[in-house]
């Protein structure tokens, strides 16, 4: 009766936990590809400094943070060190001839929108079967932050956080609901969503909150904030790890049954805001509210339908593409795949059922 129940989920976490590292490692990036990638960035540098001598070119995003997958995109950000410099429009102009003259690769220059880019991309070849994708933004310093922050998470409990995080973003681009452009969330938004389980929804935590922890020594304003934000968090991970253990003994798969549960059954989607920095928020405090009966606020609604706050940049929802369509997907994405681990299929049959495309 209990007993046998009691070991049959004992086998089945155990075995989906070891199947979760194992999917995980074959779709981690190639040492190839990862040289590949630092040899463009070095080029491109070396390009942007005919026109920017002061530049530097740094990559961000899951390149950056530790949550990258084979053959994932390159982001990547220029920071100019001297005064007078053009602005970023002029910038992603002259770049885009520049390397539309001088490369192989086919060049997009987007001086217009919201946030100026240039899109590159290079079509597949022997060395590079997939072919490499790639955005160069300007003095972008919050997202180089926002990296980190990420990054450092991710080094606290690399097995289950890293695991956790790619087994996610390989699931929800299977299950095509990771596009911001078709009114679903973006990877970044699934990180935060993770990150924000490990931290307030599990009990006890996963993960510390690196924001909210004590500074060793003072520290002044100026070295906090990017311009209203405070860009503040606890980043000496090796000190860390020395003073902090989490009591949380989870494992991998326990905390994926966990994660599923959360957001297909508990989580109010309605009036919460999923905060890393602060835990749930509701959208009234911050101005985000989906009032249904007041007209004015259509747009607002449609902005704020899921709300996930920005780690510092706290005005910002992360989640802001996301429809109302899009949400009825994700939440049936999250239940669907509730319903799968809850019939305890050995593992195998669980990931493939889950990631089926
Ligand atoms: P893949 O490209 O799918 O591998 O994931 P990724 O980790 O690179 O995430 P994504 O491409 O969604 O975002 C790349 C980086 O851009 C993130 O790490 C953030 O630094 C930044 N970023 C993306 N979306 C937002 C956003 O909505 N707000 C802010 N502030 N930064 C964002
Ligand atoms: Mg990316």
């Given at each position: 009766g209990d007993r046998r129940h009691h070991s049959k989920q004992r086998f089945f976490v155990v075995d989906l936990s070891q199947a979760l590292f194992d999917f995980v490692i074959q779709l981690l990036p190639t040492a190839e590809e990862m040289t590949v990638k630092e040899d463009v960035r070095k080029l491109l540098e070396r390009l942007i400094r005919t026109i920017e001598p002061d530049s530097r070119l740094l990559s961000f995003g899951s390149t950056a943070n530790g949550f990258s997958l084979r053959n994932s995109d390159m982001d990547l950000c220029c920071l100019i060190d001297s005064?007078?410099?053009?602005?970023?429009?002029?910038?992603v102009t002259m770049l885009g001839d520049l390397l539309e003259r001088e490369t192989k690769f086919h060049v997009k220059p987007l001086p217009h929108a919201r946030i100026p880019i240039v899109k590159l991309s290079l079509d597949p070849s022997p060395g590079l079967p997939l072919g490499i994708a790639c955005d160069i933004g300007?003095?972008?310093?919050?997202?180089?932050e926002n990296t980190r922050l990420l990054m450092?998470?991710?080094m606290i409990d690399p097995t289950r956080v890293r695991t956790l995080v790619l087994f996610l973003k390989v699931w929800s681009k299977r299950r095509k609901i990771n596009s911001p452009y078709q009114g679903t969330l973006s990877s970044y938004g699934y990180v935060l969503l993770v990150i924000y389980f490990l931290i307030h929804v599990k009990n006890p935590p996963v993960l510390p909150n690196l924001q909210q922890m004590p500074p060793l020594r003072p520290i002044s304003q100026e070295d906090t904030h990017m311009g209203d934000y405070n860009t503040w968090f606890f980043d000496d991970i090796e000190l860390l790890r020395q003073r902090w253990q989490s009591s949380n003994t989870d494992s991998v798969a326990e905390l994926l049954v966990d994660f599923f549960r959360y957001?297909?059954?508990?989580?109010s989607?309605?009036?919460?805001?999923?905060?890393?920095?602060?835990?749930?928020?509701?959208?009234d405090s911050k101005g985000w509210q989906n009032d249904l009966s007041n007209g004015r606020y259509n747009d607002a609604r449609e902005r704020n339908r899921f709300c996930v706050e920005d780690p510092f940049e706290t005005d910002f929802?992360?989640?802001?593409?996301?429809?109302?369509?899009?949400?009825?997907k994700i939440r049936g994405e999250f239940m669907?795949?509730?319903?799968?681990?809850?019939?305890?299929p050995r593992a195998i049959v669980a990931l493939s059922q889950l990631c089926e495309e």
């Open positions: 005064e007078e410099r053009l602005s970023a429009s002029d910038l300007f003095e972008n310093r919050l997202a180089l450092c998470y991710a957001y297909s059954r508990d989580f989607y309605n009036n919460g805001v999923a905060s890393i920095r602060a835990g749930l928020l509701k959208k929802n992360v989640a802001r593409c996301v429809t109302k369509e899009g949400l009825y669907r795949a509730s319903r799968i681990l809850a019939l305890r």
